[in-house]
């Protein structure tokens, strides 16, 4: 069975760098063809995609945060770490990761973890 | 604003079918055969419906299933019941990275 779990603060400054951690098991991100992306959900408003790290350690940003995003693995620990700097209240939402089936379909996902913005 | 259109919001009787369209452009949607569906009821995380446009996971119910005509995608659910009411997202593969639509609320009647 496939499962993650994102987790991180709730609750981060302007300003600030936002360190997510996603913890999965049932598959592992040294298969060949894994991937893990990190989606975000502000509330009431649409997903929006942000990183996807492949197994082979490729890497992939949404074009409009890549400046701001870092994500990376650790595979003996069956980890992958997103950072977002220099967070502001927009960014607030519920951040999700999720397994990728040949980097174009997520399944499944973490039960998401919300992320709180404010002084 | 998103990368791909679907209408805000539709609706239903039980037992009767729905399509949910979404729109996107040759670098999207009608450039790859790519696109996923995803059904989110309140408060919880997004859960797969269809892929590759037209592929059911194992344990979806066959009464969801997905089509695509050019640069519009469309899933259509039928015999409607009370639990299919939610959010339903598209999504497009589109030069490695992902579009998803603005999201489609379903109401059954």
């Known amino acids: 069975q496939v499962t993650l779990r994102e987790s991180g603060p709730a609750l981060v400054k302007p300003t600030q760098t936002l360190t997510l951690t996603c913890t999965f098991s049932?598959?592992?991100?040294?298969?060949?063809?894994?991937?893990v992306s990190w989606i975000r959900q502000p509330p009431g408003k649409a997903l929006e995609w942000l990183a996807r790290i492949d197994w082979d350690d490729d890497k992939y940003y949404s074009t409009s945060l890549k400046t701001r995003l870092t994500i990376s693995k650790d595979t003996s620990k069956n980890q992958v770490v997103l950072t977002m700097t220099n967070m502001d209240p927009v960014d607030t939402a519920t951040y999700y990761c999720a397994r990728g089936i040949a980097a174009r379909t997520f399944d499944p996902w973490g039960q998401g973890t919300l992320v709180t913005v404010s002084s | 604003q998103s990368a791909l259109t679907q209408p805000a919001s539709v609706s239903g009787s039980p037992g009767q079918s729905i399509t949910i369209s979404c729109t996107g452009t040759s670098s999207d949607v009608g450039g790859y055969n790519y696109v996923s569906w995803y059904q989110q009821h309140p408060g919880k995380a997004p859960k797969l419906m269809i892929y590759d446009v037209s592929n059911r996971p194992s344990g979806v119910s066959n009464r969801f299933s997905g089509s695509k005509s050019g640069n519009t995608a469309s899933l259509t659910i039928s015999g409607l019941q009370a639990e299919d009411e939610a959010d339903y997202y598209c999504s497009s593969y589109t030069s490695s990275s992902i579009s998803f639509g603005g999201g489609t609320k379903l109401t059954v009647l």
């Open positions: 049932g598959f592992s991100l040294s298969t060949s063809g894994m991937c």
